[in-house]
């Protein structure tokens, strides 16, 4: 029972997530940790973070291992496939027509960055919780990976790497 709710739940995340990863993050939270509870808000913040130091995708990362935490090597291997299965779907489905749609229907394409860009928000705000922000060293040190970011222009693995480092130092 428990791989047929991995496999409908992944797969409904998937097939209705736009914009990658990061947007589906907000999904994810939703499903997993307030409907199902499969995991800890602790535990889905560990995972987002260290989704962003491992190879992947970030979704399939925390589907991996979400199933792997419910289900063991089955569970995992079922969460990821199912919320990679529809894009895949689709991406067959659709393939050849998805560029030509660009073009005739452009109002679309803007929307959907929009969305993306908002789900993409939903995500770093749910973030942003008492359990991620314990002081104010941790305050400081997100501030400061996003300011590196934003007006330094520093690439994501460049802050990643030393906010890694500063976090060793500080805690």
């Known amino acids: 029972m428990i791989y047929l709710k991995l ?8 097939l209705f997530n736009f914009g990658g990863g990061y947007a589906m993050i907000s999904f994810l939270q939703n499903e997993v940790i307030a409907k199902q509870a499969w995991l800890s808000t602790a535990q889905f913040t560990d995972i987002v973070a260290v989704s962003q130091v491992t190879p992947g995708p970030v979704g399939i990362n925390l589907a991996t291992y979400t199933g792997y935490t419910t289900g063991g090597v089955l569970g995992a291997l079922i969460a990821t496939v199912a919320v990679c299965l529809p894009s895949l779907i689709l991406l067959i489905l659709a393939g050849k027509y998805l560029f030509a749609t660009r073009e005739k229907f452009p109002l679309v394409w803007r929307v959907l960055r929009l969305v993306v860009v ?3 928000a939903a995500a770093a705000l749910t973030l942003c919780n008492g359990e ?11 501030a400061g990976a996003f300011l590196a970011v934003w007006k330094l222009k520093r690439g994501p693995i460049t802050v990643l790497f030393f ?7 500080l805690y």
């Open 7 to 14: 496999f409908f739940t992944f797969f409904k995340i998937g």
């Open 118 to 120: 908002g789900l993409i």
């Open 132 to 142: 991620n922000f314990v002081d104010y060293k941790s305050v400081l040190l997100c």
């Open 163 to 169: 906010s890694a480092v500063l976090g060793l130092l």
